[in-house]
């Protein structure tokens, strides 16, 4: 019982030690960039000589998933992808004008929960209109 006890314990602590731990996910820029027909989306400042900021974009999606304290295994519904935002993201800035984006990274990742939890993926960015 002593044991089953400790492992609990460890098991606990390491879940709650690893929320500090960056996001498991890759963005493909490349697919928001191109299904949308930017020059550029980058997670950096880019090498625009001349360029007019026309807002910061944000993409969320709030669902469920399954996963124990704060790690996630799996998103039951929507069970959108970080790629699926970055795209709906640049859709936005595109339609206010803009032909680029910088600063482009995933903003938040967050599950909390035990077995079934909300989570919240978010995506933001700047858009850009160069000239």
């Not at 731990?21 to 550029?40: P, Q």
């Not at 999606?61 to 704060?70: D, H, L, M, Q």
Request: glycine letters at 12%; aromatic letters at 8%.
């Amino acid at each position: 019982m002593r044991m089953l006890s400790l492992m609990i314990l460890g098991l606990c602590a390491g879940s709650m030690l690893t929320g500090c731990v960056g996001s498991r996910t890759v963005v493909d820029l490349e697919n928001a960039r191109s299904a949308n027909g930017m020059i550029n989306v980058t997670t950096g400042d880019g090498e625009f000589e001349d360029y007019t900021a026309t807002g910061v974009y944000s993409a969320r999606e709030i669902g469920i998933s399954v996963g124990i304290f704060n790690w996630e295994f799996m998103e039951l519904y929507p069970a959108v992808e970080y790629n699926e935002l970055a795209v709906m993201m640049a859709r936005e800035a595109k339609n206010d004008g803009a032909n680029a984006m910088i600063g482009v990274v995933p903003a938040l990742d967050f599950f909390q929960g035990f077995i079934l939890g909300p989570s919240i993926e978010i995506i933001s960015g700047t858009g850009i209109k160069v000239k």
